[in-house]
């Protein structure tokens, strides 16, 4: 098994399906209020598993033996790596502070 092939495979599809999908949410997000337009949702899904099908086929098709099974376990990896990633940054660049409860209305009136 090629393990430098299928863990650098994994990274990269890793990288780039998370790097795009944040970018396309970080710099492309709609005013306040308004709902994402629907090019950008599209594009958040499939840049990952556009990346991750990738990164499976050119692991099949450098490898001489064993070629489901390595290109299974670059798309499993690369999946489990795209998910931490994402899940990592949105947790990394949520709010600091937490807003506090607005007050209520007196009842004095």
Do not use: E
Not at 31 to 52: E, S, V
Request: hydrophobic share 55%; glycine share 4%; aromatic share 8%.
């Amino acid at each position: 098994m090629r393990w430098k092939l299928l863990i650098a495979a994994s990274l990269l599809a890793a990288a780039a399906g998370a790097g795009v999908c944040y970018a396309v949410a970080r710099f492309l997000r709609p005013a306040a209020g308004a709902d994402p337009p629907l090019w950008a949702a599209a594009l958040c899904l499939l840049a990952p598993l556009g990346a991750i099908t990738y990164a499976a086929v050119f692991v099949y098709r450098h490898n001489a033996r064993r070629r489901a099974l390595q290109a299974a376990a670059t798309a499993l990896l690369a999946s489990l790596l795209t998910l931490t990633a994402l899940t990592l940054a949105s947790v990394l660049s949520g709010r600091t502070k937490p807003r506090p409860f607005p007050t209520p209305p007196s009842q004095n009136s």
